[in-house]
């Protein structure tokens, strides 16, 4: 049974003479002896990969960057508009879907659950340096032989310290410490993640309403051609050619909209379930249509390259840096002797009343120094292996700050292209259902043949459905932008867990 020092409540001289043999060992932490030998560790900064120089701005050229809308953003840009990027869309059902998930997810929640585990053992790290104090009573009948019955009554109190001469405690609770930061940047990490992936989830759920509605529409228009088509051929005025060939693009359009209908079905149970909420939950997102939300022109722009020093994943990479130099620091210790104190404190006797007695009282102290003369290089293959691992730690930041600049350039590239194929869609698109309206209304005069016509509506429907995929990609691409800059949180702003 073990027991913390402040629930010790001994009684008599005896238990004065225990209090001030535990209390001496407890007070030892707080002295001169609690401080390690070891030289002052790199401090957590000297461990820090933060070497890699950024560049001054991005490779998108001043000429190819958009026009900022002065009406929505400010020119310096607040923290909120990067760590809150969600809200820049302008979309009220987005920005509900994002906090309910941040709310409710469980991917969320088990990060959460990982910051508490690794809190917990930074706690057992630092539970070390203290002394362990330990109780214990006892009970003892026996005989020998032919002589009388004999009773012994024990009850006492143990004592046990390690000073950490050597540092290597206190390198193990920097390494816990480290760790315990990573799992909090890591949560929001989770965050971050998890409000892309549905703001990426409900872009794509309309632009397949979208779709669907241009579907539908096209698919009136050709109805209403293979009526007009139907007619001319009851007049003698068409083959029946035209009419096989009118009735077949009318399937076939009519036959898209089912795979858009389960799509759409599709990506609703997905939103869903990143809100925590079960599928059949997203009808109320199918019932109710909005367009595509677009992101306010320019702003990510505005966001230096040292923005990306705040990711979250690069926060963790980091912090897995300062762990892997207090493990080095922690090996490197064991290499060296220990010393440790030991002590207890009990009563002995052969009845429960001459326990406490003064003569009952039984004491020992134990200092103790043991050291490794040879273990065949085993403590200094492990200081070489936890050397390798913060090597290999310094590495993983530096890959993910690379691979942190290449999705921001990436996503640059991406928006460079889909505005550009917006504007040129736009245009396609405006003529198309010009022409398509023309070649309905020369058809029906008998102007032009019905291949003509079906030509257009044809170009007309790719050209629409086309349009809003690339406008939802356009918006998709902002997202990814978002993420790649970090957006989704703000250091100072973290929640305590």
């Given amino acids: 049974m073990t027991a913390s020092i402040r629930k010790i409540r001994p009684a008599g001289h005896a238990g004065r003479a ?9 007070w030892a932490p707080g002295g001169a002896m609690a401080e390690p030998a070891l030289a002052a560790r790199g401090e957590a900064n000297a461990g820090a990969p933060s070497s890699l120089l950024l560049p001054a701005q991005w490779s998108l050229a ?3 960057m958009p026009a900022v809308d002065a009406g929505r953003i400010s020119s310096e840009p607040a923290p909120t508009e990067l760590a809150l990027w969600w ?6 059902e987005l920005t509900a879907q994002v906090e309910q998930a941040l709310q409710a997810s469980t991917g969320v929640r088990s990060a959460l659950a990982a910051v508490e585990q690794a809190r917990a053992l930074r706690d057992v790290a630092q539970a070390g340096r203290w002394p362990e104090v330990g109780a214990s009573a006892s009970v003892q009948r026996s005989r020998s032989g032919d002589a009388a019955v004999g009773n012994s009554w024990r009850a006492g109190l143990d004592a046990a310290w390690d000073p950490d001469l050597a540092g290597r405690q206190r390198a193990g609770i920097h390494a816990g410490e480290a760790e315990w930061q990573a799992a909090r940047y890591g949560l929001e990490q989770a965050r971050v993640d998890l409000a892309s ?34 007619w001319r051929v009851q007049a003698g005025l068409a083959s029946s050619l035209d009419l096989e060939q009118a009735r077949a693009a009318t399937e076939q359009t009519r036959a898209q909209i089912p795979a858009l209908r389960t799509s759409l079905s599709k990506t609703a149970h997905a939103l869903a379930l990143l809100g925590g909420q079960a599928p059949a939950d997203a009808q109320a997102l199918l019932e109710t249509v909005r367009p595509v939300p677009l992101p306010p022109a320019g702003l990510v722009l505005l966001f230096p390259a040292e923005t990306l020093r705040q990711r979250a994943d690069l926060r963790v990479a980091e912090q897995r840096v300062l762990a892997a130099l207090a493990r080095v620091e922690q090996a490197d210790a064991a290499r060296w002797p220990s010393f440790q104190l030991a002590g207890s404190l009990g009563l002995a006797a052969t009845r429960p009343a001459d326990l406490f007695e003064l003569s009952s009282l039984t004491r020992t102290l134990l200092a103790g120094l043991s050291a490794s003369l040879f273990d065949g290089g085993a403590a200094r293959a492990q200081v070489r292996a936890q050397q390798a691992a913060l090597e290999q730690s310094r590495l993983g930041y530096e890959a993910a700050l690379l691979g942190a600049l290449q999705q921001v350039e990436d996503a640059l590239a991406a928006l460079a292209g889909d505005r550009e ?77």
């Fill in 62 to 64: 001043p000429a190819e």
């Fill in 197 to 230: 992936e549905v703001a990426l989830s409900y872009i794509e759920l309309r632009g397949l309403q979208a779709r669907l509605a241009i579907a539908r529409a096209n698919l009136a228009a050709q109805q209403d051609t293979l009526q007009i088509t139907d």
């Fill in 87 to 92: 809200r820049g869309f302008g979309d009220r």
């Fill in 18 to 26: 225990l209090a001030g043999f535990v209390l001496a060992l407890a």
């Fill in 421 to 497: 194929r917006l504007t040129r869609l736009q245009a396609a698109a405006g003529a198309a259902a010009n022409a398509e309206l023309l070649a309905r209304q020369r058809y029906a005069s008998g102007l032009i043949d019905f291949r003509t016509v079906l030509d257009t509506q044809r170009t007309l429907l790719s050209a629409q459905s086309e349009l809003e995929t690339t406008r939802a990609a356009f918006s998709a691409d902002h997202v990814r932008l978002y993420l790649a800059l970090g957006g989704g949180w703000t250091p100072d702003a973290a929640p305590q867990p």
